[in-house]
């Protein structure tokens, strides 16, 4: 893959334990404090019981709570991307930072800030005479203040709050450049969008198209990953040998990887094989109008999200596409339309599921030739279709998709007209009240025609107060369904070719505002002859020695354990995997990294592990980069003399890595180097204009220092977790 292209890698699913109506817990487990009772029961009440039943098979749960646990969720992640991206503003950001933001905001004309990059970064600099870094700090605290307040208050969590709240990160990834460039913003950005549809109704029929929409974007995300793995003719995944080296290549793996890494070979390949099964055969399901279809198809994928979350370093990614994939567990519009479902509706629903779930996974077997081998007692497993015959599976496929797609929209919209309808004209419910008419307190009940509560919330009605609210999200959300087959239909040309240019003008007219994007999970594998690692070494001495720079979180000292840092995004060690990839001439972010090095600015030096030029009497004066090949160990290897027969032993190790030197990767620099600074002028990537700090500036340098206190990861967790827990108090 292309250094600068957007990848991205890939909860234990939902279980429900059945429980006596006579069970009563031990009297000890029934004493909880008030203050912990009382939070925790808001809790189940906000994210809502599930509605079981005797014999529902699946956890399934109403529109109305299914709105709110996605609503918690998104702010939830969207809080974990801007207090990770705050933490390293000044180092990447900065004005002496790797990519300056100031150098693109000087490009803008303060009187015309909508042909800005960034308008709001324009304004808020502009007007508060501030440094276009601090602007942008103040968009990041923004986004970390607004997440909080929907996480914690629900009288927020309305369309105007999540409006804010993807403009703020609109506005970041716009000047975020190379380092914001994944598919993870994009995802963030569209379901943000999505999230200002579920967000615009309270109680509407409407609601269900906006669930819908969300369910379709997690199946365009994951059918989309399965196609192009296979379309890029990538040996190892046609070889299902992906994972021979996927665990030591990705970008940042964690301790389980190596574990993951050391598994037979029958179990690695079985496992890609698998990863088809989920990422191409499920997906469809979620859009079929069948609850509890759509629940065991979803299941499957949050595991495979958890998963993929304990063997590699993927920031908010899993957790977020989980959260998409809750969606599927809609089983109806209240609780009262689940508890109603019959037992012969459940019986029929559980044997088409598992006919359908039989079929694929039959299929699936057959095109992937899974096999157990009794003699060996493995599951064999390999591809039997040639390529020629993916080429017309995937039309067929993605034809079917796109078909499945309209028609379920279209039963969606039906839907919602006749809970509309029905809603509408139901007669406003009759409650008696009481009222005294004497002395002797005889009273007699009268009755009178009252309002319910959800009637109050909703206006009356589709056609009440809150009939503009549904208008919207069926008028905006049908923008977004019809304009996501763009980007989607690529991975087919027939079908993309079927797309009306007028939807195409639409798209491209509004493109700016990224309202949808392609996606494509690790289209192909790097790293079959090893994992390629920059290491940086430094000298005061032209001849050295030379000390090596360590990161955050990359790879980089054999005998350093890989560790574990998401939800936060170590953005500067994710671009070094990138720079690997390539020569350090494509890379001006690169040179200006080593420039700053060089200049031993303390924001860029603040976001490495260690920092081996403290001596003032030995300054970093030259700066070299080597490529090296790295290599998990082996158990037992004479590098590590782990047994992981011996679970006890599983952390005596010598070395996690090996490596070997394979060439120069950048030749001896110095921040005199002309080549440097002639590359970092040519690429914008020096603020040409000098910016003096004023009063806000310094407040905010202040309290950036204070955050630094923490190490990254502990700031990201303490941040997400006050919100959170804030949560449970009001």
Known sequence: THAQSRVMAESVPPLIIPVSPHFRPPRSSRRISPCIAQPLAAVSREIGVVETGRSTMVLLIDT???????????????????????????????????????????????????????????????HLSITPSSALQIVALLGIFFSICTIAIRATRNFAFYLVLVLLYLSVVKVGDTFLYFQWDSLLLESGWLMTV????????????????????????????????????????????????????????????WFAHNQPEWIRRLSVALTFFIEIYLPPMFLLPIPMLRSLAAIPNIVFMFAIAATGNYNFFNIHYALLCVACLEGGYTPSSIKSRGFVRRFIEFIVSIAVLGAAAAHWAMMFGVQYDPKTNTVLSKITFSKAEFEKMTKIGTNIFVHVAI?????????????????????????????????????????????????????GGIFGPTGRHAIFVLLFGSFLFWTSFIPFTQIDAAASNKIPDVLRDVYKRTSAFEFTHSYGLFRRMTGEMGRQEIVLEGSHEPNGPWKEIEFFSKPGNVNTSPVFVAPHQPRLDWQMWFAALGAYQNQPWFLSFVNRLLQSDPDVIGQLKNWPFKNKKEPL?????????????????????????????????????????????????????????????????????TYKNGPVDEALHKLHKQAQQLPQTTFVWSTTAFGVLLSLFL
């Open 64 to 126: 109305q709570r299914l709105k709110r646990f996605l609503l918690v969720g998104q702010s939830v992640v969207y809080l974990i991307a801007f207090a990770s991206l705050y933490y390293q503003i000044p180092a990447l950001y900065g004005e002496n930072g790797v990519t300056p933001v100031a150098a693109k905001i000087e490009k803008c004309n303060p009187k015309d800030p909508l042909n800005c990059v960034s308008p709001l970064i324009l304004v808020l600099s502009h």
């Open 621 to 689: 004066r030259f700066i070299r980069a080597q490529l090296y090949h790295y290599r998990f160990t082996k158990p037992g290897s004479k590098h590590n003399f782990t047994n992981i027969s011996e679970p006890s032993n599983w952390i005596a190790f010598r070395a996690w890595w090996t490596r070997s030197l394979q060439s120069e990767y950048m030749p001896v620099m110095t921040k005199d180097t002309p080549a440097i600074l002639e590359r970092l002028a040519a690429n914008s990537l020096v603020a040409t204009k």
């Open 407 to 459: 028609i379920a929209f279209v039963l969606v919209f039906i839907q919602f007209a006749m809970t509309a309808y029905k809603s509408n004209s139901q007669p406003v419910a009759a409650t008696p009240k009481s009222s005294k008419k004497n002395k002797g307190g005889k009273g007699e009940k009268k009755i009178e025609k009252t309002e319910t509560k959800q009637e109050k919330q909703s206006g």
């Open 198 to 257: 579920v967000a615009a109704t309270t109680n509407s029929p409407a609601d269900m198209m906006s669930t819908y929409l969300v369910r379709f974007l997690a199946a365009r995300l994951m059918f989309s990953s399965g196609i192009v793995k296979l379309q890029s003719l990538c040996p190892t995944w046609w070889g299902l040998t992906a994972l021979d080296i996927h665990f030591e290549s990705q970008c940042l793996p964690t301790p389980l990887a």
